[in-house]
């Protein structure tokens, strides 16, 4: 079982910048990837970014790339992620996901999910 709990959301202007965080319990988060979803209100949920248990590999969506970057700490069983650049288009509920074996962008893949916390990026 993987607990995770996100924090660091909150309200921004755009071109400003937030981390976001994800704590992990369980011992086999150093074992599984990690991504970041988020969901703006009417619209479903989509993929943000992903990283593999050793955080070798990453994926981003397209529309945050060179923007967002994603981390993983194992010692601290926490998986970050940077956003710079941010855009009124970034403002949604983020999730933390995981999933034992490798990265993927599809929602349904992933077993275990945080709260969500909320980013407002105003224009």
């Known amino acids: 079982q993987v607990r995770l709990v996100e924090s660091g959301g909150g309200l921004v202007q755009a071109g400003g910048s937030l981390r976001l965080s994800c704590a992990a319990s369980?011992?086999?988060?150093?074992?599984?990837?990690m991504a970041w979803f988020r969901q703006a209100p009417g619209k479903e949920r989509e993929f943000v970014a992903a990283?593999?248990?050793?955080?070798?590999?990453?994926d981003y969506k397209d529309s945050v790339k060179g923007r967002f970057t994603i981390s993983k700490d194992n010692a601290k069983n926490t998986v970050y992620l940077q956003m710079n650049s941010l855009k009124p288009d970034d403002t949604a509920v983020y999730y933390c996901a995981s999933k034992a074996l490798g990265v993927t962008t599809t929602v349904f893949q992933y077993d275990y999910w945080g709260q969500g916390t909320q980013v407002t990026v105003s224009s």
């Open positions: 369980g011992r086999t988060f150093s074992t599984y990837a």
């Open positions: 990283i593999n248990w050793s955080g070798s590999t990453t």
